[in-house]
């Protein structure tokens, strides 16, 4: 539609900057949702400009992916408007989130959210659940996200897995940063832990993370699981983490393995005027949708 403007126009605010006619939804295998949530942050806010950063940093992303050898945009990739909740309550806003993943998932979209706080993951990966019942997360962070409730919220950011808990069980990778409660947690809840300091002391830790997962897997990375020399855009950065290299074989055998359902890239705090942390978050969604859609054989 834009060839027919009569001026150059900027980037449309969807994902690579497709175009979106009448039934693109329909056509779509994948959607993109922006959930620009930000309620709870503890140190440095920031994370509801980040649906709107990575839209726009997607529109550098080359459709044709060189690992793929493909155009994965060629699957349908439909972007749906952002989520507001300007005068609605935590529960308000959450419930319309169950809502909207149970109704993609049941559409039959594999759907990425875009965050916002991770708080957003419990809601979502609930309504996936009601479509798609025993569902596993698989959780990249540098948090255990594990206390019951964090300065008297149950919905914080820093009990957003302790909430996941509740529909599903989880795989937890990349932890360094918990305290002594959660870790005394852990044993009784239905998660596993691979911390930071460790897991790659086993050349196998990869496989031995997917082997930890069911069969339908719910991807939620929060960006701060990264390094922070590569990933510096997060309120609450960790040194340590996953390489870029490492969190992409990690997707690769997921996918080739199992069936990923949908998944969320959250966390992402954008720095003014740096746009590197913004861009890797665009690419990293493009590639959860590339390895859906062509898994490794
Ligand atoms: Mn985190």
């Known amino acids: 539609m834009t060839s027919a403007l009569p001026y150059h126009a900027q980037p449309p605010s969807t994902f690579c900057g497709l175009e979106q006619g009448e039934g693109s939804f329909d056509r779509a295998k994948a959607v993109v949702l922006p959930v620009p949530f930000e309620r709870t942050t503890s140190y440095m806010p920031g994370t509801k400009n980040g649906p709107r950063e990575i839209l726009s940093a997607s529109s550098q992303v080359e459709w044709y ?107 937890q990778v990349g932890i360094r940063n918990l305290s002594a409660p959660e870790a005394e947690a852990i044993p009784g809840l239905n998660t596993r832990v691979f911390y930071d300091w460790n897991m790659r002391q086993d050349p196998r830790w990869i496989e031995r993370v997917v082997e930890a997962l069911g069969e339908k897997v719910y991807v939620t990375i929060d960006v701060d699981g990264l390094d922070p020399a590569i990933m510096p855009a997060t309120g609450t950065p960790e040194p340590g983490g996953l390489s870029w290299r490492e969190l992409l074989q990690l997707l690769r055998l997921v996918t080739a393995r199992k069936t990923v359902v949908a998944a969320d890239v959250v966390e992402l705090c954008p720095i003014p005027g740096f746009v590197a942390p913004n861009f890797l978050a665009a690419r990293l969604v493009y590639k959860l949708i590339g390895y859906r859609f062509f898994p490794a054989r």
């Open 65 to 171: 992916d060189e690992e793929l050898g493909l155009e994965i945009a060629d699957v349908g990739i439909h972007t749906l408007p952002g989520m507001e909740s300007p005068f609605a309550s935590t529960d308000e806003a959450f419930a319309e989130m169950r809502r909207t993943a149970a109704w993609l998932a049941g559409a039959g979209k594999y759907f990425v959210a875009l965050g916002g706080e991770h708080a957003l993951t419990a809601p979502l990966v609930a309504g996936v659940a009601e479509v798609h019942p025993g569902v596993t997360v698989l959780q990249v962070d540098a948090h255990a996200d594990l206390r019951d409730s964090y300065m008297g919220d149950r919905n914080s950011h820093a009990s957003a897995m302790r909430r996941v808990l509740e529909s599903a069980p989880a795989v």
